[in-house]
Nanobody, 130 residues
Framework: EVQLQASGGGLVQAGGSLTLSCAASGFTLDGYIVGWFRQAPGKEREGVSCIDNKDHNDYYADSVKGRFTISSDNTKKMLYLQMKDLKPEDTAVYYC???????????????????????WGQGTPVTISS
């Protein structure tokens, strides 16, 4: 079965750090656009960070640039999101996701705008206290 399993969320004080992990099973991350998305209460889901499958660059929402780092380990089939200097506005449920994308399209930073990715993890809650 193809699936993603996110973990690592929790309660952290503002200014603290947290690392989210996402384990892929039933498929490898090679060739996939992968990313982290979040949804805060009462808000729409938004792209936090993603890695394009053609240029292999990582992209970040302006709100997290310089604080969050995305990385993937294809041999371990793992995706990570290192978060530092966390703020109360980072509070949300975080989801990892993967998509093969259109082979004729270079998404680049537009991977942050994707909403209908093929594979989604179940979400891990992150709460930042002030």
């Amino acid at each position: 079965e193809v699936q993603l399993q996110a973990s690592g969320g929790g309660l952290v004080q503002a200014g603290g750090s947290l690392t989210l992990s996402c384990a892929a099973s039933g498929f490898t991350l090679d060739g996939y656009i992968v990313g982290w998305f979040r949804q805060a209460p009462g808000k729409e889901r938004e792209g936090v960070s993603c890695i394009d499958n053609k240029d292999h660059n990582d992209y970040y929402a302006d709100s997290v640039k310089g604080r969050f780092t995305i990385s993937s380990d294809n041999t371990k089939k793992m995706l990570y999101l290192q978060m530092k200097d966390l703020k109360p506005e980072d509070t949300a449920v975080y989801y990892c996701a993967a998509d093969q994308g259109n082979p004729y399209v270079w998404y680049g930073s537009h991977c942050l705008l994707m909403r209908s990715l093929e594979i989604w993890g179940q979400g891990t809650p992150v709460t930042i206290s002030s």
